[in-house]
């Protein structure tokens, strides 16, 4: 999973705390030979630290940039992350990452939502010079149709290459090796994806891009969710005009920008901007400081 979005996970299931314990403050959380503790005083003492003033910095930037582009977010689209994440991941693997983060389904798609919200709010205030649209396109690989066998081990993606390379047609070896995979049809041919395309395994995306039309991986391709494939390039397209994939290009632009840890000061100044317009007073003396990092972060990094 993505750094990012585990923090977006972690974030709800605290601030889904922090709130229950301020409406209901006056419950014991424990008893000692010296007193007890109520919800009250762990919440003065979580608010207090660290991690709860990030979590009420991320709480406060939620409902600000929700204001304004969170109509430009759709429950579909989210679905259709979610649906994706869970396919690259598959269904047992994604139920167990969520299990052992005490995460709901509900919880999950709320963390992918304040995740596109953001980058909404990004993309409308992030300038894009004529320079990185032109080296964009210079690095863009237009449509491409591959077929994927998604093999149970290392030993079986190499096995079944050792069959392709014996002559073996790539029907049986996709039926005799691979496993369900709901992202292919047929012998595990995947819809044409292109560069701008992040839904895709990047390590998949290499491999597909990095090979000529009918040649398949040599060596067994390892996904960033540990799963060995081995990808055959079936067909690329041509490339187009720039003008035709111009918004493609933009947002691919845009989310490697949002996606470098190194514009992390970039981000917070373009939120911080936000932050002003919206008027945000914080009236808890504790957490006064929550939001400074979006105010005085230094663009110039």
Same mark, same amino acid.
């Given at each position: 999973?993505?750094?990012?979005? #585990?923090?977006?996970? #972690? $974030?709800?299931? *605290?601030?889904?705390?922090? /709130? !229950?314990? $301020?409406?209901?403050?006056s419950k014991t959380l424990a008893t000692t030979d010296n007193g @007890?503790? /109520?919800? $009250? +005083? *762990? !919440? +003065?003492e979580v608010k207090q630290s660290s991690a709860g003033r990030t979590v009420f910095a991320q709480m406060v930037v939620n409902k600000v940039l929700d204001k304004k582009y969170g109509k430009q977010v759709t429950d579909s689209a989210v679905d259709t992350q979610y649906k994706t994440l869970n396919a690259? !991941?598959? +269904? &047992?693997? *994604? %139920? &167990? !990452?969520?299990?052992?983060?005490?995460?709901s389904v509900k919880q999950y798609k709320q963390s992918l939502r304040d995740k596109q919200v953001m980058q909404a709010a990004v993309k409308a205030n992030y300038t894009i010079t004529s320079d990185q649209l032109a080296q964009a396109y210079e690095n863009y690989v237009?449509? /491409?149709t591959i077929s994927l066998i998604t093999a149970k081990s290392e030993d079986d993606a190499q096995a079944a290459i050792d069959e392709l390379d014996s002559g073996s047609s790539w029907d049986d070896v996709y039926n005799q090796y691979s496993q369900s995979n709901s992202s292919v049809s047929g012998t595990g041919q995947m819809a044409p994806f292109d560069s701008t395309n992040s839904s895709v395994d990047s390590e998949i995306r290499k491999a597909a891009f990095n090979q000529d039309d009918g040649a398949y991986s040599s060596t067994p391709v390892k996904g960033s969710n540990g799963t060995y494939y081995v990808v055959r390039t079936d067909k690329m397209a041509d490339k187009p005009a720039q003008s035709k994939i111009e918004q493609k290009l933009k947002d691919k632009i845009t989310n490697d920008f949002i996606s470098d840890s190194n514009?992390? +000061? %970039?981000?917070?100044?373009?939120?911080? @901007?936000?932050?002003n317009k919206a008027n945000v007073n914080v009236k808890d003396s504790d957490l006064k400081t929550a939001l400074s990092g979006y105010y005085t972060a230094d663009v110039s990094k």
């Open positions: 999973m993505h750094r990012k979005l #585990i923090w977006g996970i #972690i $974030a709800i299931v *605290f601030v889904s705390g922090l /709130t !229950y314990l $301020a409406v209901n403050g @007890k503790i /109520t919800q $009250a +005083d *762990f !919440y +003065d690259q !991941y598959g +269904d &047992e693997k *994604f %139920k &167990e !990452y969520l299990s052992q983060n005490g995460m237009p449509d /491409t514009n992390q +000061d %970039k981000m917070k100044k373009i939120i911080g @901007k936000l932050l």
